[in-house]
């Protein structure tokens, strides 16, 4: 079973970025797609993206698209998640999570939180106006 542990969080001013960070050890990375998610206080987790094993395709929330931008470097065991234009709204706990893979491609089933196999604790990130 592949352990996460998520950084980069903490508290920033609207229209800022931020770049999460969520390094993995255990199993072989490779084998796993990876995907982000965030969780306010009071809200249900929502997908926000995830990246296939070699890191070739990805799947955006289409919320999210356009904003986030989720990337992977195998050679370092890490997931990343870069945010853009932060607003309040995009104040959460963020959590990576892992899901063996054997394909490429990517569906919606990436977006559901109980498909994934292994979560991190997660990163706080808070936006003040």
């Known amino acids: 079973q592949v352990q996460l542990v998520e950084s980069g969080g903490g508290l920033m001013q609207a229209g800022g970025s931020l770049t999460l960070s969520c390094a993995a050890s255990?199993?072989?990375?490779?084998?796993?797609?990876m995907g982000w998610f965030r969780q306010a206080p009071g809200k249900e987790r929502t997908f926000i993206a995830a990246?296939?094993?070699?890191?070739?395709?990805?799947y955006y929330s289409e919320s999210m698209k356009g904003r986030f931008t989720i990337s992977r470097d195998n050679a370092k065991n890490t997931v990343y998640l870069q945010m853009n234009d932060l607003e309040p709204e995009d104040t959460a706990v963020y959590h990576c999570?892992?899901?063996?893979?054997?394909?490429?491609?990517?569906?919606?089933?990436?977006?559901?939180?109980?498909?994934?196999?292994?979560w991190g604790q997660g990163t706080q990130v808070t936006v003040s106006s």
């Open positions: 990246i296939s094993r070699s890191g070739g395709n990805t």
């Open positions: 255990g199993r072989t990375f490779s084998s796993y797609a």
């Open positions: 999570a892992a899901r063996i893979s054997r394909l490429e491609r990517l569906t919606h089933i990436y977006a559901s939180a109980q498909n994934y196999d292994a």
